[in-house]
């Protein structure tokens, strides 16, 4: 059974910084690419960053330089450093694993004064 499960969501305010990560069970971890996305109330989820199974990483220009995607293959887990957060990176972000199509529950991020 296929488990992700993230953690380290929370209420922060604008400028400070988070880091998410996201456990994983059920397969063979070193081999899959990993992605965190995001869903804001009312909009698509939308991809936060990617890391590949030999570590190349990709970003969208909404976080490129603020938020650094990493993996620690002996820990089965994923991170998400995010620094100097504003209210739009609020929303529920999500772990992801392919192949497979595979997902986390999410956790909850707020930025706000």
């Known amino acids: 059974q296929v488990q992700l499960v993230e953690s380290g969501g929370g209420l922060v305010q604008p400028g400070e910084s988070l880091r998410l990560s996201c456990r994983a069970s059920?397969?063979?971890?070193?081999?899959?690419?990993m992605g965190w996305y995001r869903q804001a109330p009312g909009k698509q989820r939308e991809l936060v960053a990617i890391?590949?199974?030999?570590?190349?990483?990709n970003y969208p220009r909404s976080v490129k330089g603020r938020f650094t995607i990493s993996r620690d293959n002996a820990k089965n887990t994923m991170y998400l450093q995010m620094n100097s957060l504003s209210p739009e990176d609020t929303a529920v972000y999500f772990c992801?694993?392919?192949?497979?199509?595979?997902w986390g529950q999410g956790t909850q991020v707020t930025v706000s004064s």
């Open positions: 059920g397969i063979l971890f070193r081999l899959y690419a």
């Open positions: 890391i590949s199974d030999s570590g190349s990483t």
């Open positions: 992801n694993a392919e192949p497979g199509h595979y």
